[in-house]
């Protein structure tokens, strides 16, 4: 069994960035994976101890200055680490639906049977991408995922929380799992750099996967039209009841 699990490199959010002219300053703020993302990692490698035949990949999306970082998903277990370099980094251009197109072109060239996305970011809450790539794969999907319970054959039991409720799936494989685990996930794995010697990130460049930015969507700014708007006082519980009903 292949598992993909998707990693976002974000600013530490509990380190307050530098204010220069009152525009925010990330120069010199951390940059480290999505605690989000790392929970994932935590959950998926737990779960290879009931299946150890399981492969877990990482895979990233971003500036060439953050691959360093990824070694960290290599010394939790994972068995292998995918940096796709985006030259000319930019947040803004490139958005999470854009990232779900590059994430589908690289998952239609492997044969992956689960992918695992964060149900929200640390940084922006714009955690879209698992809902966006399971339309474009055409996978099966399941929200708010909290615990990998089993799989056998082509099938794999998950439990979701939503609400207070927790329900247990089982789902057909290929399937996106948007997940939203427990913080004690976080805990359950040791580092162990021994695990990353002979482990190495592979990279691959954004322009090499011959994509466009977001080419099937246009953007409209809608104006107001500046109109009078005439007030009308009511001064009394009549004369409501009578503008409202007469």
Known sequence: MKIIVTVKIIYDPEIKP????GILNYKTAKRMIDPIDEKNISAVIKFKEIDPSVVITVICLSKESDSDLLRYALDMGV???????????????????????MLKRLLVTEKYDLVLTGKSSSD???????????????????????ELVDKKADQLTARCKLRNRIMTFVVKLPCVLVCEFDKSERSVITLNPTKAVNKQISVKEVNKLDLTRCSCISVVNHVVPKKIRKVKVIDNVDTLMTTLFS
């Open 124 to 146: 922006n809450n714009s955690g879209f991408v698992g809902s966006a790539l399971a339309t474009f794969l055409g996978w099966r999907q399941l929200y708010c995922v909290c």
């Open 79 to 101: 068995d292998e680490v995918v940096f796709v370099k985006i030259n000319n980094y930019d947040e803004s251009i490139v958005d999470g639906l854009t990232k779900a197109k």
């Open 18 to 21: 530098e204010v220069d002219n």
